[in-house]
């Protein structure tokens, strides 16, 4: 049984910085990837970003680009989402998800949440202004 656990969220003044974590259990192999998803309210759950545990491949939607790194720890099978120079906007609840073990979404980046199979229950990010 796949299982995600999102940590790290909280509260913080536009410009500050916070560090999500996603912890994996679960997966046989490496060959997976984990994606993040955000939702604010009144929105649709969009795409953050994405990295393939088998060779930390990052990907970054366009608008997350310059501000959000990636990374995992594979011996801790943690996934970190460093967020800097944060904004009101990025206000949300952070979810973590994975698709199938093989998958080639984030290797494409492909961030569509109809096409995950396992999710967090999400950890809230609010940004003050």
């Known amino acids: 049984q796949v299982l995600l656990h999102e940590s790290g969220g909280g509260l913080v003044q536009a410009g500050g910085s916070l560090k999500l974590s996603c912890t994996a259990s679960g997966f046989t192999d490496n060959y997976y990837s984990i994606y993040w998803f955000r939702q604010a309210p009144g929105r649709e759950r969009e795409g953050v970003s994405c990295?393939?545990?088998?060779?930390?491949?990052?990907y970054y939607t366009d608008s997350m680009k310059g501000r959000f790194t990636i990374s995992r720890d594979n011996a801790k099978n943690t996934v970190y989402l460093q967020m800097n120079s944060l904004k009101p906007e990025d206000t949300a609840v952070y979810y973590c998800a994975a698709d199938q073990p093989y998958g080639s979404s984030c290797l494409f980046g492909r961030l569509d949440p109809h096409g995950m199979d396992y999710w967090g229950k999400g950890t809230l990010v609010t940004v003050s202004s």
């Open positions: 990295i393939s545990i088998r060779d930390g491949s990052p």
